[in-house]
């Protein structure tokens, strides 16, 4: 495993089930699952989507922008991001999701509340469409 985290990953060429595969084999060799409760998972990632807000706090839509962009800060930006997809990638491992399927139900549904003709360039939410 350690050699195969040396070998560069990118979102072009690792599958989903890689990343489950590898968070899961991350948190065994550490007999972590005892404590990946659905509940302290949920509360981790929400600590984790916190810690990525931060750094965005009071900031201004385009500011935000610069923010993600500034190279300073994008590692720690990433790393947020990362650990709050690892997070939910083992949320999923541990209550046997199916993470794709679940996008792909919820995108669906989405699609029906908010049809193009009524949703485009708007952020209302659907029940005001």
Do not use: C
């Amino acid at each position: 495993m350690v050699a195969d985290m040396k070998r560069g990953l990118s979102d072009d060429g690792t599958t989903l089930a890689e990343l489950k595969a590898r968070v899961l084999a991350f948190a065994r060799a550490r007999d972590w699952e005892q404590f990946h409760t659905p509940k302290n998972l949920s509360m981790a990632l929400t600590a984790e989507a916190g810690e990525l807000m931060e750094h965005f706090l009071w900031a201004t839509a385009e500011e935000s922008h610069r923010t993600a962009r500034e190279r300073a800060k994008r590692r720690a930006i990433a790393d947020e991001l990362a650990d709050v997809i690892i997070y939910a990638l083992e949320f999923a491992n541990m209550t046997d999701m199916d993470v794709a399927a679940a996008i792909e139900r919820k995108m669906r549904a989405n699609a029906k509340k908010y049809p193009v003709a009524k949703a485009r360039g708007r952020s209302v939410k659907y029940t005001e469409l």
